[in-house]
């Protein structure tokens, strides 16, 4: 048995309802299913998608979900290495001062 296989569906629910619709695309695309709709019309089919049990759409859901992640977590750890940036100021877009 592969973790795949002994998590629950209600685990894949949880990284499908997080998704954003360019996530629930890719998890439809990749199962052959029509992308076309509002949000909550995607998430619903791709909630249907991750209540079949399939391990290959399992799969899928937590290789989306682990990009999501890497993104999210490389954006906060550039911004927390580079601190100077956040008190930066160019000073060639400052209002010039009067003579």
Known sequence: MTMIDGLGNDYYRNLVQDFRISQLHALLIFSGQNRSGRK???QERALQ???LGSKTINLKIV???KQNRFRETSA???QGSIP???SYSNPYTSPIPDS
Request: glycine share 0%.
């Open 40 to 42: 909550e019309a995607l």
């Open 49 to 51: 998608l991750a209540d």
């Open 63 to 65: 290789e989306i979900a």
């Open 76 to 78: 906060s750890e550039m």
């Open 84 to 86: 100077f940036l956040e």
